[in-house]
């Protein structure tokens, strides 16, 4: 694998070339790193799965440049999801439509519906651009890390992740810090009215308002359920605890307002929300690579991002 700082034009050539002759590239997004590979190569799909140990019965969220491309992937379009593909795209936002031909039956995991989304990060953008120029559909891209571990937001964490998985072929486009930190919100468009499936920074009012209609659920109550669900998720080697104090050797991530006890060893102490989001799953590899066993988290309190950053607590914790 070669990994491939800061690319420049000719990187991102040579990135989209090789996703075009079947390799793995993985690239920064605003939300995590994800693992692409092109979405109707059937065998490089294939070894996105094996790469990251993931079941292969878990759909693939395909990427593509903008809405333009909506149309090869999906039918039946809702009008609803075109406003929210207008107002958040690029962004970070994953939206469930029906199938078209298109999409397979290895992306989708057999299901008849298909994620697509458009990610907001110029490396990632360009690549699908320059992908789609070389005639390429769209990159599946899961998020970079083995199953059920925490996500990736640096190259470096893709590396530890999956580098002794990768083969000297495939590459590693280094983009630094994602923004956002936590996954795209993942909404389902199949029904009359949205319903959100994963929260992410793109958030319910944001969604009510842009689409006029009301929520088909409260996602307060962490109801998801779609296939291939499973509720330990996002979890590093550490034993992740929801509360209000770590003990000594213990780690402690919560917002800066939060104090520890002496001798606890302090990963995070954001001072926003944002910050919280975007520094929270480096904060649980720091406390793995200190070979800490346990780490309490002090959840941030509100919706929005808060209630995404939640949502991920509550599954690296179970
Ligand atoms: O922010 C993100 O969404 C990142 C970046 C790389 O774009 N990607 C990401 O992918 O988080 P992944 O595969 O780690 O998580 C996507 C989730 C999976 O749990 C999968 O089951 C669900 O989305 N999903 C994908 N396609 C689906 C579909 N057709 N129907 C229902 N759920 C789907
Ligand atoms: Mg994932």
Same mark, same amino acid.
């Given at each position: 694998m070669q990994m491939l700082s800061n690319p420049t034009t000719d990187d991102i050539e040579k990135a989209a070339k090789a996703l075009i002759d079947g390799y793995l590239v993985a690239f920064p997004t605003e939300t995590v790193y994800g693992l &692409?590979?092109?979405?109707?190569?059937?065998?490089?799909?294939?070894?996105?799965?094996?790469?990251? &140990?993931?079941?292969?019965?878990?759909?693939?969220?395909?990427?593509?440049?903008?809405?333009?491309?909506? &149309?090869?992937?999906?039918?039946?379009?809702?009008?609803?999801?075109?406003?929210?593909?207008?107002?958040?795209?690029?962004?970070?936002? /994953?939206?469930?439509?029906?199938?078209?031909?298109?999409?397979?039956?290895?992306? /989708?995991?057999?299901?008849?519906?298909?994620?697509?989304?458009?990610p907001?990060?110029?490396?990632?953008?360009?690549?699908l651009k320059r992908f789609e120029k070389l005639s390429g559909y769209g990159i599946a891209a899961p998020s970079a890390n083995r199953f059920g571990a925490v996500s990736p937001t640096t190259a470096s964490a893709v590396n530890d992740e999956l580098g002794a998985y990768l083969s000297d072929q495939d590459l590693i486009l280094d983009g630094q810090q994602c923004e956002i930190g936590v996954e795209s919100t993942i909404i389902d468009c199949t029904m009359i009215s949205p319903k959100i499936l994963r929260p992410g920074a793109v958030t319910s009012p944001m969604i009510e308002s842009a689409t006029g209609l009301e929520l088909s659920e409260d996602h307060a109550k962490n109801q998801i359920r779609f296939p291939g669900f499973f509720k330990s998720h996002y979890s590093p080697k550490a034993k992740v605890s929801i509360g209000e104090c770590a003990l000594i050797g213990e780690g402690h991530i919560a917002m800066s307002n939060y104090k520890s006890l002496e001798g606890v060893v302090r990963l995070a102490s954001p001072v926003t929300v944002e910050e919280f989001a975007k520094n929270f799953y480096a904060a649980l590899r720091a406390g793995d690579q200190m070979g800490l066993s346990k780490i309490v988290v002090t959840p941030p309190e509100g919706g929005g991002l808060a209630l995404a950053i939640r949502d991920r607590l509550y599954k690296a914790s179970s």
């Open positions: &692409g590979a092109d979405a109707t190569n059937e065998k490089a799909v294939s070894r996105v799965y094996s790469v990251k &140990g993931r079941p292969t019965d878990h759909p693939l969220i395909v990427h593509i440049s903008s809405i333009n491309q909506l &149309g090869e992937w999906a039918i039946d379009i809702p009008e609803y999801a075109i406003n929210l593909a207008k107002v958040f795209w690029p962004g970070p936002m /994953t939206l469930i439509l029906k199938r078209s031909k298109l999409a397979k039956d290895f992306i /989708t995991g057999g299901q008849e519906n298909i994620g697509l989304r458009v907001n990060k110029p490396i990632a953008l360009a690549l």
